[in-house]
Nanobody, 126 residues
């Protein structure tokens, strides 16, 4: 059974940093992709970033490029999302998801990801 567990959310002031972790287990294949999504109240879920464990492909949404960095610790099967220079608009529930596809040319989309974590709240105060 695939399981994804996020951690690292919290409350931070604008300009601050947080690092989210996504611990993955149960995958029966090695070249899976991990995507980070976020959903703010009243808004649709947005694909923020993704990485492919197989070939190292990464993607960042325009809204976070230059501020967020996705990385992997393959030995620990954990993917991190380092979030710097946070803004109030970054406030959302952040979820990691496991799937087959991370494209360098477009955001991760929910229907391409089959496995989801429980989500972690990130709140950025102004």
């Amino acid at each position: 059974e695939v399981k994804l567990v996020e951690s690292g959310g919290g409350l931070v002031q604008a300009g601050g940093s947080l690092r989210l972790s996504c611990a993955a287990s149960g995958f029966t294949y090695d070249d899976y992709a991990i995507g980070w999504f976020r959903q703010a109240p009243g808004k649709e879920r947005e694909g923020v970033s993704c990485t492919s464990r197989g070939d190292g492909t990464t993607y960042y949404a325009h809204s976070v490029k230059g501020r967020f960095t996705i990385s992997s610790d393959n030995a620990e099967s954990t993917v991190y999302l380092q979030m710097n220079n946070l803004k109030p608009d970054d406030t959302a529930v952040y979820s990691c998801a496991g799937g087959l596809v991370c494209s360098a040319y477009g955001p991760p989309v929910t229907y391409e990801y089959d496995y989801w974590g429980q989500g972690t709240q990130v709140t950025v105060s102004s």
